[in-house]
């Protein structure tokens, strides 16, 4: 017989309207966003991430773990994602920095290699910049953009986004090198979603990096087609990479 206290004064919440409306809306963000076909290939903003496995599992659409899908809340934080990244080439064009993002026929500017198994999307191509830019801003030039809570933001402000954020360094690399960007750095801009607040700065084209990120794909790709597992990235299944993936059950069963 347990001896803690009753709770007389505990009620349960009623709904609320805000609740009922929320939850109508990520019903249908989940529904519509389960009806876009799968992506058959491994996409190049994702190719930084430190684990083949993981990647491995995205690639061939391995089943995830029981609410670990995308929820309504997190398609709602990708779309305005979007948004600002819109507002964003809207304010650089603005300033006189020309932001090309889709190609004479509409199309966004992209690659596709290894027989359409890997393709990336760039978010633009800097062609022009005005005379007070000119100094430190080569183009043509890949622009890659990424917004960020304050605390991230002020992450990739103080370190760097190479540092800070190596998935997005690795995407840039990938992007410069298969887009024939490499003799220019790209200008990566980074949105602060609490404050607005804007961060730019230039990342040289780094070799080495994008050869590995290349390679990396090609060894997701051989492992699949061959049936073989990758290695984890960590021995430890309470290591904080493996606390967040959402095939966590599967890959540690």
Known sequence: ????????????????????????IDTALAAENGTRVRRDYLGGSRLGDPCTRRLQYEF???????????????????????????????????AGIDVRTRDRAGEQFG????????????DGVVVAVPTEAQSFVTVPSLWECKSANARNWKEIVRRGVTAAKPIYAAQIALYQAYMGLTEAPALFTAVNKDTCELHHELVPFDAALAQATSDK????????????????????PDHFECARCSWRSRCWA
Do not use: C, K, Y
């Open 1 to 24: 017989m347990s001896d803690a206290p009753l709770d007389f004064n505990h009620r349960t919440r009623a709904p609320t309207p805000a609740d009922e409306i929320n939850a109508l």
């Open 60 to 94: 061939l659409d391995a089943p995830r773990d029981p609410g670990t899908g995308f929820s309504g809340q997190t398609l709602r934080i990708f779309a305005v994602g979007h948004v600002f990244e819109d507002l964003a080439i809207g304010w650089l064009r603005r």
């Open 111 to 122: 690659f596709s290699v290894a027989g359409g198994r890997i393709q990336g999307h760039i």
């Open 217 to 236: 794909a090609v060894r997701v790709l051989r492992a699949s087609d061959a049936g073989e597992l990758l290695p984890r990235l960590t021995a430890d």
